[in-house]
């Protein structure tokens, strides 16, 4: 039961708990919406049911194809079973098309292709609001080693191929994504995987044809329709079937006409 499980933390979006064997964490993920270093909150039911189902889907395909992550297995709509690591403590963002912070920090209109994709470090830190870091930064602080970093851009760069080719063979644009790593210790081996999830919390999706946003930025721009926005990914994906719903969606957000 939920309430007799050791929590180990609790996130904005997540709550991680003690596995059921040594080596394993819980990961439940709720519909506790942030924005803006959560000075923007909301509850948007249906939301972390979306975000694990998408976020499984899309670690089991990178698994497929050689890419090491901590996912093992669903356990529920909400709940997934992963291998604990040591968090590295960066978000690391992987940006094919000017939007969000990179647009308003270079001027740059937002849907400006990038000459070419482009990685970003931030120093995972809400209270110093997760400042951009250089490699430098990293390294001088002992955060990852430079042969960690090398791991982590080549891994990096292979997760935005294979999900930049995903997402346009289902008609969606990648723009940008955040991603953590962390390091697993097996048999006095440690390599990198990696951890916390892919969703459209953590991606910019916008539609090939129309450019609508199909991600978190229609919560934080107040343009509603959020959770069927996450639907239509996840039905693109092939992961929900046209009328299924997400666990316990109410008909609470209006769809906006753009
Ligand atoms: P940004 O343009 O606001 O820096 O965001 C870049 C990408 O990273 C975008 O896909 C949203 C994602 N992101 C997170 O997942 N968590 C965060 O805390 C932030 C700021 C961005
Ligand atoms: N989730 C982050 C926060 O609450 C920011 C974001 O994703 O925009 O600060």
New binding site residues.
Partial sequence: MTSRRTRIYEGKAKILYEGPEPGTVIVHFKDDATAFDAQKKAVIEGKGVLNQRISEYIFSRLNEVGIPTHFMRSLNLREQLVREVEIIPL?V?V?NVA?????KRLGLEEGTPLPRSII?F?YKNDALH?PMVSEEHITAFGWAAPQEIDDIMHMSIRINDFLTGLFLGIGIKL????IEFGRLYENDMMRIVLADEISP????LWDTKTNDKM??DRFRRDMGGLVEAYQEVAKRLGIISENEKPERAKPKLVKSDT
């Fill in positions: 978000e963002i940006r939007a969000g912070s990179l647009a970003e931030c997760d723009i940008d994504f955040k919390d953590s991606c910019r991600d978190k």
